[in-house]
């Protein structure tokens, strides 16, 4: 099993601003994963990003609005860019072995 | 779209009843998933399920899987409020990239 923190656990952000998800895995892995959850709503994969190169995106998600870091095999931080209201969803990074394994997620308010 | 669908949406059930939801995909998968996620909370990982499984239990917990009919279905028996939560299918493809994509969930209330 894998344990993945992520920071911030909650945040209210004004429109036109960024916000900077950190998450961390206690083991070394090849893929992470970004997912968003809109109130009410499923899980949207946003892209998968693999250490030492760009992330691979979803349709509907494109790197301007979400930059992806992956600097290393344990670490990795998603941006939201210019938020609007829209934005406002839990942000979940998942890592993947037998099972998926999920952070804690972000929950994002933007006003 | 590989995502799938979910039935029904909202389930409305008593203490000690069975409950089950199902799940409908669309691509050939690896493996399927079940989580719970209780309101407002984190994802909890219930059962992993080959594509050449098909009956998988675990405590309370049987899920099936039919790859020729593409679905799967969560059965929870004797069910107690602390059941009452989303319950959401996820399905890796065949292609090799490796992510799971998520159903629509089902809305499971379990009245005492």
């Known amino acids: 099993s894998a344990v993945i923190s992520q920071k911030p656990s909650r945040d209210i952000c004004q429109r036109g601003t960024s916000l900077t998800i950190q998450c961390q895995v206690d083991s070394q892995v090849t893929m992470m994963f970004w997912y968003r959850q809109q109130p009410g709503q499923s899980l949207t994969l946003i892209a998968t990003a693999n250490q030492g190169s760009e992330a691979t995106y979803e349709s509907g998600f494109v790197i301007d609005k979400f930059p992806i870091s992956r600097p290393n095999l344990t670490f990795s931080t998603l941006t939201v860019s210019n938020m609007s209201p829209e934005d406002s969803s839990i942000y979940l990074c998942?890592?993947?072995?037998?099972?998926?394994?999920f952070g804690p997620g972000t929950r994002l308010t933007v006003l | 779209s590989q995502q799938g669908e979910e039935d029904p949406q909202a389930l409305s059930i008593q203490e000690g009843e069975n409950a089950t939801m199902n799940c409908s995909y669309k691509t050939s998968i690896n493996n399927l998933q079940w989580y719970r996620q209780n309101s407002g909370r984190g994802l909890v990982h219930l059962i992993l399920i080959r594509s050449n499984e098909r009956e998988k239990h675990s405590g309370r917990l049987r899920v099936t899987l039919d790859t020729s009919k593409k679905s799967s279905s969560l059965l929870i028996t004797a069910s107690r409020a602390a059941d009452t939560a989303s319950y959401f299918c996820a399905t890796d493809g065949t292609s090799g990239t490796y992510k799971y994509i998520f159903g629509t969930g089902t809305r499971l209330k379990v009245l005492a």
């Open positions: 998942s890592v993947r072995g037998v099972e998926q394994f």
